[in-house]
């Protein structure tokens, strides 16, 4: 063993066994995990992470609620920037099914009853879309790869129930007998038409597009319902008009269902419905009523969580105080399962920035005041250094409380994410086999409480050693910890 090699294992003992003392006693071995990380051993490909700012959120970060642009700017760095932020890559926003603006609402293209679903509409285009054209382009200066456009409701007179609230179903589809006719062709024109006023009139390409949220729900807010069996009848007139439209290269993301459970109901039942699945680029779910903890039985190559809060606690910046849903530590081990457990490419959390008393947003406006939670530093230490077109790799843990995720990034380098949840540091011994990652530069990020992705956070990381090692360090009690290759 060389003689550094000796000196930084000396030293770590040193730190781990101080560590441990102030934490559970004197008497204590300092544990040693080994992980191994097999970049042989491919699994999902990785779009990125991100947040929405639909419901006029944008506004509200655009100034709307007192924000003045220097904070503006801080909070777009917050959500953006690789270099103070996590470097989102996905923007997901709301596509307007309202009659106005009132209140928080997403006003549609085109507000009025044309008279029948084979009259011509009357679209009408305002250049602002609730602020989300503004926010669009400032996020794509930043580098977001993906502009997700999703809709909550087709416009009320489209649906079953004449409103774009509580319900109701798009005219046309099995099951629905609409005095008005079959809205389906038209509903499919009217999201195309979307696309084209963001192409042409803003020269922003939108890359996917979906056309429901929640449809597994009856909400008073702009919702709409659907089985699976509907979803795929839509999806079959919904693409070929994308194709004939010369939007072919629009990427079709379906069913964005309240909770994993949920998810895989309704993909069953849209598989049901010949060529329907096989439109889909993106199969979509949410996080709410259970956690992404199963892989779905699909052929579709990219799975998406694209929304998920902690909806009901009240606002809490902590990483790790009482346990609670809402802190960061919490939310690192919902992101890293997620990936492992699921196979998840992109990972949203509902809201990146806005005005609220609850942890539904990452970030938190008053007035001109911004706060920035740990659950930000914790989509920080996947979406900085796991970018669009990433690789997940086998990556294993001799320690149940402490588990990693592993990423062969675009250039061969190697994203190790380990999150130590017991309440003693711990030693890590890190092997890399099938490829690149031995004795090449290693250097590590932390959060923690007292660390917001600090590079190295006090803690150093050394290459090589015994036993098959390539490089180890130390991961403090209750933190993450990325080492980046």
């Not at 011994?429 to 290693?442: A, C, P, R, Y």
């Amino acid at each position: 063993m060389r003689l550094s090699t000796l000196i930084w294992s000396s030293f770590l003992q040193t730190c781990l066994a101080s560590h441990a003392q102030r934490h559970i006693g004197k008497n204590v071995s300092i544990p040693t995990v080994k992980i191994t990380v097999d970049k042989g051993t491919h699994f999902q490909v990785i779009d990125g992470f991100g947040v929405s700012e639909a419901f006029q959120r944008s506004a509200q970060m655009h100034g709307k609620a007192g924000l003045s642009p220097s904070s503006q700017r801080k909070a777009l760095d917050f959500l953006f920037s690789d270099e103070v932020g996590a470097g989102f890559t996905i923007l997901r926003n709301g596509i307007g099914s309202s009659t106005s603006y009132t209140l928080d609402f997403m006003k549609s293209i085109a507000p009025t009853d044309p008279g029948g679903p084979n009259s011509t509409a009357n679209y009408e285009w305002d250049g602002d879309d609730g602020s989300q054209v503004w926010l669009t382009k400032e996020a794509l200066k930043y580098g977001v790869q993906y502009v997700y456009a999703d809709a909550w409701s087709a416009p009320g007179y489209m649906k079953s129930n004449g409103n774009d609230t509580n319900g109701g179903s798009i005219c046309g589809v099995i099951g629905t007998s609409c005095t008005s006719g079959d809205w389906r062709q038209a509903y499919a024109n009217y999201l195309v038409q979307y696309l084209r006023f963001y192409k042409e009139k803003e020269g922003i390409a939108i890359t996917h597009l979906g056309f429901l949220n929640e449809p597994d729900l009856n909400q008073t807010y702009a919702s709409m319902q659907s089985s699976g069996f509907q979803a795929g009848d839509f999806l079959t007139i919904l693409a070929p008009t994308l194709k004939s439209s010369g939007f072919g290269d629009v990427k079709l993301v379906c069913c964005e269902a309240t909770g994993w459970n949920d998810g895989e109901d309704i993909l069953a039942e849209l598989q049901s419905i010949p060529g329907a699945e096989e439109t889909l680029s993106v199969y979509s779910s949410h996080g709410y009523s259970s956690n992404p903890a199963l892989p779905f039985k699909t052929s579709i190559s990219r799975i998406w969580q694209t929304e998920w809060a902690d909806l009901n606690g009240r606002w809490n910046v902590a990483w790790d105080n009482l346990g609670k849903e809402g802190e960061g530590i919490s939310w690192a081990n919902k992101i890293q399962q997620g990936l492992t457990l699921s196979s998840i490419s992109g990972f949203l959390y509902w809201i990146g920035a806005e005005t609220t008393t609850v942890n539904s947003a990452l970030i938190r406006f008053s007035n001109d005041t911004i706060s920035v939670s740990a659950r930000l530093w914790a989509f920080a230490q996947f979406s900085r250094f796991v970018k669009p077109g990433a690789v997940r790799v086998k990556a294993e843990s001799s320690v149940g409380y402490v588990r990693v995720s592993a990423f062969e990034t675009v250039g061969g380098g190697l994203v190790l994410n380990v999150i130590n949840n017991g309440h003693v540091g711990v030693k890590a011994d890190v092997e890399v086999l099938g490829g690149k990652g031995k004795g090449g530069n290693v250097t590590s990020w932390l959060t923690n409480n007292g660390n917001n992705l600090t590079m190295g956070g006090g803690f150093s990381v050394t290459s090589g050693g015994s036993g098959g090692v390539d490089f180890n360090g130390m991961v403090p009690g209750r933190s993450m910890m990325s080492f980046v290759l």
